[in-house]
C-alpha cells in the first residue's frame, strides 16, 4: 500500500492533471480513478488519502458520492480535497465533508469543459489556456505543501443547499442530453470515444460511434476526439475543445496510477 491515495475523478483530464502534479511532490502516492467504481476502496493504511473531482452542476460529478461512501479510510489519516469549478462551488466539497470528515481543503477556478453550455473562454475569471495551466501548477504546489505540513482548515466547506437542488436536477438530464449526440463526417472510426468512455455507453458500428443512455456527462468523448467530430446538438459545433494539453486520453482509462 502507498503512503497516499488520491482518488480523482477527471472527463478532460485537469483534475488527473493536478492530482499527478499533487502526488509527485507528495511522493509514494496511489491516484485511484473514479470515472467508474474505483479499483481499490481500503485506503485504511494510507497515512493520507485525497480526492479531487470538478464541479458538475452543482454537485458532483457521474456516481463519485457512491464511490467516495465505499472507501475505508483509516480514523488518523489526513483527509484531503481540492475541487476545480468554472464560476462557482457548488456543494460537492460539503457533501465529501459530510462523508469522511476532512482535514484539509482548497478550490481552484478554472475553464469550463461542458461545452454544449458554455465555451472555456467564458469561464470566470477570464484566462488563456496557459494561464489556466499555470493556476492548476500553482494551486497544486500550494497544496502539496499544505498537505505535508498537515495543515487544518479553518472552516468546513460551505453546504450551498441551492446547488444540491441544481445537482439533483443536473444529473437527471444526461440521459436526455445524450440523444442530442451526433457525429460529423471528420470521423475516421479510431474507437477513442468508446475506450475513453467510463460507462461503456459508446459502441462503434460500422466504425462509427453509437450512444447509449448511460451517460453522466464527463464530456471525455467529445474533448478527446482526435476529430473533434462529436458534437452536442449544434451548439458544440464551432466550441473550442479543452482537454487538458499534459494528458492523454488512454490515461483516463486506467484504474491506478502510481506515483513514486
Not at 23 to 36: K, N
Not at 46 to 64: S, T
Not at 118 to 137: V, Y
Not at 144 to 153: F, L, N, Q, T
Request: charged content about 25%.
Amino acid at each position: 500500500m502507498s503512503e497516499n491515495i488520491i482518488y480523482c475523478y477527471s472527463g478532460s483530464g485537469h483534475c488527473l492533471n493536478m492530482a499527478k502534479s499533487i502526488a509527485s511532490r507528495l511522493g509514494d502516492t496511489d491516484i485511484v480513478l473514479m470515472r467508474s467504481f474505483p479499483e481499490k476502496t481500503d485506503a485504511t493504511e494510507a497515512k493520507r488519502v485525497g480526492f479531487i473531482f470538478p464541479c458538475y452542476g452543482g454537485g458532483l460529478p457521474g456516481h463519485v458520492e457512491e464511490y467516495v461512501r465505499a472507501v475505508k479510510i483509516a480514523p488518523d489519516a489526513y483527509k484531503f480535497a481540492v475541487e476545480q469549478f468554472a464560476g462557482y462551488m457548488g456543494c460537492g466539497l460539503h457533501k465529501i465533508d459530510e462523508i469522511v470528515g476532512l482535514d484539509y481543503w482548497n478550490l481552484i477556478s478554472n475553464h469550463s469543459t461542458c461545452i454544449w453550455l458554455m465555451p472555456h473562454t467564458l469561464s470566470l475569471p477570464r484566462t488563456t489556456k496557459e494561464e489556466a495551466q499555470a493556476r492548476i501548477d500553482r494551486k497544486a504546489m500550494e497544496v502539496s505543501a499544505a498537505v505535508k505540513a498537515g495543515k487544518r482548515s479553518e472552516k468546513k466547506p460551505p453546504k450551498k443547499k441551492l446547488f444540491a437542488l441544481e445537482d439533483k436536477v443536473f444529473s437527471q438530464m444526461h440521459p436526455k442530453r445524450v440523444k442530442k449526440f451526433w457525429v460529423n463526417d471528420a470521423c475516421v472510426g479510431c474507437g477513442t470515444c468508446a475506450r475513453i468512455c467510463p460507462r461503456n455507453n459508446i459502441t462503434l458500428q460500422d466504425k462509427r460511434p453509437t450512444f447509449g443512455t448511460d451517460c453522466i456527462g464527463c464530456l471525455s468523448c467529445v474533448q478527446f476526439c482526435p476529430k473533434e467530430a462529436i458534437n452536442v446538438g449544434k451548439t458544440t459545433e464551432k466550441r473550442e475543445r479543452f482537454p487538458n494539453p499534459s494528458v492523454k486520453a488512454m490515461d483516463l482509462t486506467k484504474k491506478v496510477i502510481h506515483i513514486d
